[in-house]
């Protein structure tokens, strides 16, 4: 009897198809528009926005709000959720896609 070895590639991560990515846009300047001068004004602007799968309408708002209040610095924060899976067309991608599908 002869044994058969079979290679699998490395797993990979992707984005979760079943999940929606999160985009927050945070104003960090301080209430009069400088951030040099945190020590003078050192009250924050509190401004944020968040947003499902829209990066262009977080853009979009940021710089309306940097538009309307002259505030230049920003913290951009991303969440992509994912999911760890074996490249298409692996063997074991399709076995493990004949799973999902039963258990649905």
């Known amino acids: 009897m002869s044994r058969q070895t079979f290679l699998f590639a490395d ?3 992707a984005p979760d198809p079943k ?3 999160e985009y ?3 104003c960090r300047d301080n209430l009069n ?12 602007c509190g401004w944020s926005f968040s947003v499902l799968d829209d990066k262009d309408e977080a853009d979009k708002q940021q710089k309306a709000h940097a538009e309307g209040s002259g505030h ?3 913290l951009e924060v991303s ?3 994912t999911v760890v899976t074996p490249p298409p ?7 493990l ?3 999902e599908r039963s258990t649905r």
Request: with cysteine; hydrophobic share 35%; charged share 30%.
């Open 72 to 74: 230049r610095f920003f």
């Open 89 to 95: 067309g692996s063997v074991l991608a399709g076995r």
């Open 33 to 44: 528009g400088a951030d040099e001068d945190h020590e003078e004004h050192p009250e924050p």
């Open 24 to 26: 927050v846009v945070v």
């Open 79 to 81: 969440r992509c959720p």
């Open 11 to 13: 797993w990979t991560t």
């Open 97 to 99: 896609a004949r799973r």
């Open 19 to 21: 999940a929606s990515a």
